[in-house]
């Protein structure tokens, strides 16, 4: 048999305009000692798509239309689109295991990071998206204009079942609208997932007919997956409005699942373990990526970070983030590649992690209204406990919408006088 080579070129091509249908990646590309840029961003496309490291007899002249091509280098980062056909539709899975899957480990980069990738409509339109949205969350909740209160149950482990369901109905009452377990709870014989939910939900119940506003408790149903899906089944007959799911840990299969499933459940996702492998502003996958992922695949809600709190992320990044999942279109920046999302719901972004009732300002200022302002700490450690670490924490989205300064506000509220005195000495 005479064998057919795979030109390298075919893989190169600064001239090529990319089709309305191509799948685009954006790169940055730090090649290996003594390799040219070129050279480094031609082995991703071939890899990434029908290439190998070696010339082989299978290869047929009819594959070269399905070629991966490296069409733009701009210094270290390389744009390279990628035809639909190369993807199988309605599969995340498949996707990343093309664009993100050898490449990273390849000798001749020395670094490699995919900061973004742009839909076509064709495998757009093959995902559910999000089942509620940032307007299916706010009917649910009836909350129009403001931003959602949430809170984790703290200490994340270790609270019996009455405990737990205690605390979160303090929450529920002070002012909270989302009560939700922490990413390693799950269904531990101290708090074991059955029980937690009914009791917790019965919490909620209770909050409701006290407070006249809608409750909502995110368990975590995280779990290997039939046993996941389970559990929300059990959330659904039990009169719960939402689940939340460990996105990276669990596989976006598994969520792919949960979200194609007939429940009436809203999802939300938390981002455990993202930053193993997103930090790193030189090698591995942006968060950017995980978002377009997590909105495509139908998630209602995302922790995009705080830039305030706890947690790595500047204002320009979680910015960013934060238009990617909320806006219909995005427009290109430097690490980020425009983005008409069609069809596909909006997802409502979720600020978590180290804030305490004087960052609410900035949050809102900086990341707008269609936000959940989550605070576990920062409302279970009001010295005067959790209602009134939550009744704090409300008061002060009232102030800023209000465009009252907190410390304003906090002169004829003493539930936030007290906070922003406690917070003020920690940080």
Not at 168 to 191: M, P, R, T
């Amino acid at each position: 048999m005479k064998q057919q080579k795979m030109n390298s070129s075919k893989f190169l091509n600064l001239k090529y305009k990319p089709k309305e249908s191509d799948l685009i990646c954006l790169f940055r590309v730090e090649p290996a000692r003594s390799v040219s840029i070129k050279k480094a961003a031609e082995t991703v496309a071939l890899e990434s798509s029908i290439g190998t490291w070696n010339e082989v007899t299978t290869e047929k002249k009819y594959m070269q239309d399905l070629a991966a091509k490296v069409f733009s280098i701009k210094g270290n980062m390389v744009k390279i689109a990628y035809p639909a056909a190369l993807f199988e539709k309605g599969n995340a899975p498949n996707i990343l295991s093309s664009i993100a899957g050898n490449i990273f480990g390849m000798k001749v980069v020395k670094n490699l990071r995919l900061e973004d990738i742009k839909i076509p409509k064709a495998i757009l339109n093959s995902f559910y998206g999000p089942k509620f949205g940032i307007k299916g969350v706010r009917k649910m909740l009836k909350v129009k204009n403001r931003p959602l209160l949430g809170t984790i149950i703290k200490p994340k482990l270790g609270l019996r079942t009455q405990d737990h369901a205690e605390v979160a109905y303090e929450a529920w009452l002070g002012g909270c609208d989302i009560v939700k377990d922490d990413e390693n709870l799950a269904s531990q014989k101290f708090n074991e997932f059955e029980e937690r939910l009914a009791r917790s939900l019965e919490a909620a119940n209770k909050a409701e007919e006290q407070t006249g506003e809608k409750k909502a408790y995110l368990i975590n149903v995280t779990a290997e997956t039939k046993e996941m899906m389970k559990r929300a089944q059990l959330v659904e007959d039990l009169g719960g409005k939402y689940v939340m799911i460990d996105i990276v840990t669990a596989g976006f299969a598994a969520v792919q699942s949960l979200r194609e499933s007939d429940f009436k459940l809203a999802i939300h996702a938390h981002r455990a373990m993202h930053a193993a492998f997103t930090r790193n502003k030189k090698h591995g996958i942006s968060m950017m990526v995980l978002a377009d992922i997590a909105r495509l695949i139908g998630v209602d809600q995302l922790h995009i970070g705080t830039v305030v709190g706890k947690l790595e992320g500047t204002l320009k990044e979680v910015s960013e983030l934060c238009e990617e999942i909320e806006k219909k279109k995005v427009k290109e920046t430097k690490l980020r590649l425009s983005q008409d999302w069609g069809k596909i719901k909006p997802v409502l972004a979720v600020s978590s992690g180290g804030l305490h009732p004087g960052h609410v300002p900035y949050l809102i200022k900086h990341l707008g209204k269609d936000l959940v302002i989550q605070m576990g700490g920062g409302i279970h450690g009001h010295p005067s406990g959790t209602l009134r670490g939550a009744i704090a924490a409300r008061q002060a989205i009232d102030a800023t919408m209000r465009s009252i300064s907190l410390k304003k506000y906090s002169k004829n509220h003493t539930e936030l006088k007290v906070a922003l005195e406690e917070w003020e000495k920690k940080v």
